[in-house]
């Protein structure tokens, strides 16, 4: 069993940058297929990043991409998700996700999930 625990979120302004972190609890989490989802109020759970365990695969939501960029630090067994240029629809809960290929990944196969982090952006 994989535990993914969010940080980072919280109330910022329109156009500010934020950094959220998500943490693995087992070292073979950095074999994974790790990245984000988000859900805002009343709306279905996006796709937001993800990224391979060697970096050299990268995908974004049509949405996020050119202003969200997600790295990982293996060592670390982290993934985080550099949002910028932060608009008011990106207020969401933002959830970490494990899966172990981009196959299962694009199939919705999410092996393991964060307890998500609350993003506000304020207009």
């Known amino acids: 069993q994989v535990q993914l625990v969010e940080s980072g979120g919280r109330l910022v302004q329109t156009g500010d940058s934020l950094r959220l972190s998500c943490t693995a609890s087992?070292?073979?989490?950095?074999?994974?297929?790790m990245g984000w989802f988000r859900q805002a109020p009343g709306k279905e759970r996006e796709f937001v990043a993800a990224?391979?365990?060697?970096?050299?695969?990268?995908e974004y939501g049509d949405s996020v991409k050119g202003r969200f960029t997600i790295t990982r630090d293996n060592d670390k067994n982290a993934v985080y998700l550099q949002m910028n240029s932060l608009k008011a629809e990106d207020t969401a809960v933002y959830y970490c996700?494990?899966?172990?290929?981009?196959?299962?990944?694009?199939?919705?196969?999410?092996?393991?999930w964060g307890q998500g982090t609350q993003v506000t952006v304020s207009s």
């Open positions: 087992a070292p073979s989490a950095h074999t994974y297929v």
């Open positions: 996700a494990a899966a172990f290929s981009f196959n299962s990944w694009s199939r919705g196969e999410i092996a393991y």
């Open positions: 990224e391979n365990w060697s970096g050299d695969r990268t």
